[in-house]
T-cell receptor, first 111, second 116 residues
Framework: SQQGEEDPQALSIQEGENATMNCSYK?????LQWYRQNSGRGLVHLIL?????REKHSGRLRVTLDTSKKSSSLLITASRAADTASYFC???????????FGGGTRLMVKP | GAVVSQHPSRVICKSGTSVKIECRSL??????MFWYRQFPKQSLMLMATSNEGSKATYEQGVEKDKFLINHASLTLSTLTVTSAHPEDSSFYIC????????????FGDGTRLSIL
């Protein structure tokens, strides 16, 4: 079964706006990762945040992690049409580095 | 770096055919590879974890005899869907993990399997 729930399931915004996606999980984790998937393609790793970290940035991406609330958020600033994709959070929770994926957020950025 | 090649990208075949999908890590050694299945507009569901030189660990509900996994080397894992039927049609994705802890998985581009 899926560990994480993502919110919203779908998001439609205009180019230039910010997009925020949220992820909640149930058990203790070692790390939380965000991935992007273009339609019909594999996943591209975006950011990994460890359980002892609270915030991480990469370019236009900002990820937060609140382990007390078992939640994370992904913020994409100044969105572009090319950001249109599905975004998944995944939690790593054991030494084997297995990941459990959330349901994903389908983001559409309109030009 | 960290490129994973998955082949073929698309397969269309008749019911009863066995289909082999390859997953290769091109520029790193992967002690562990993972196989996922994804239905349209849904998330990835882990099917099995493949470790080089040992038997794969299958998730609950995944038939070992149906989905044969071989991790022959540190750069290659294969998934064979045996005697495939229309209900096996899906998008199959592999990922590979470098040896260090707390590292991201690197994904192949997936294989679209369509059984007629």
């Amino acid at each position: 079964s899926q560990q994480g729930e993502e919110d919203p399931q779908a998001l439609s915004i205009q180019e230039g706006e910010n997009a925020t996606m949220n992820c909640s999980y149930k058990t203790s984790i070692n790390n939380l990762q965000w991935y992007r998937q273009n339609s019909g393609r594999g996943l591209v790793h975006l950011i990994l945040i460890r359980s002892n970290e609270r915030e991480k940035h990469s370019g236009r991406l900002r990820v937060t992690l609140d382990t007390s609330k078992k939640s994370s958020s992904l913020l994409i600033t100044a969105s572009r049409a090319a950001d249109t994709a599905s975004y998944f959070c995944a939690t790593g929770y054991n030494a084997g580095n297995m990941l459990t994926f959330g349901g994903g957020t389908r983001l559409m950025v309109k030009p | 770096g960290a490129v994973v090649s998955q082949h073929p990208s698309r397969v269309i075949c008749k019911s009863g055919t066995s289909v082999k999908i390859e997953c290769r890590s091109l520029d790193f050694q992967a002690t562990t590879m993972f196989w996922y299945r994804q239905f349209p507009k849904q998330s990835l569901m882990l099917m099995a974890t493949s470790n080089e030189g040992s038997k794969a660990t299958y998730e609950q509900g995944v038939e070992k005899d149906k989905f044969l996994i071989n991790h022959a080397s540190l750069t290659l894992s294969t998934l064979t869907v045996t005697s495939a039927h229309p209900e096996d049609s899906s998008f199959y994705i592999c990922s590979a993990l470098p040896g260090q802890a707390n590292q991201p998985q690197h994904f192949g581009d997936g294989t679209r399997l369509s059984i007629l």
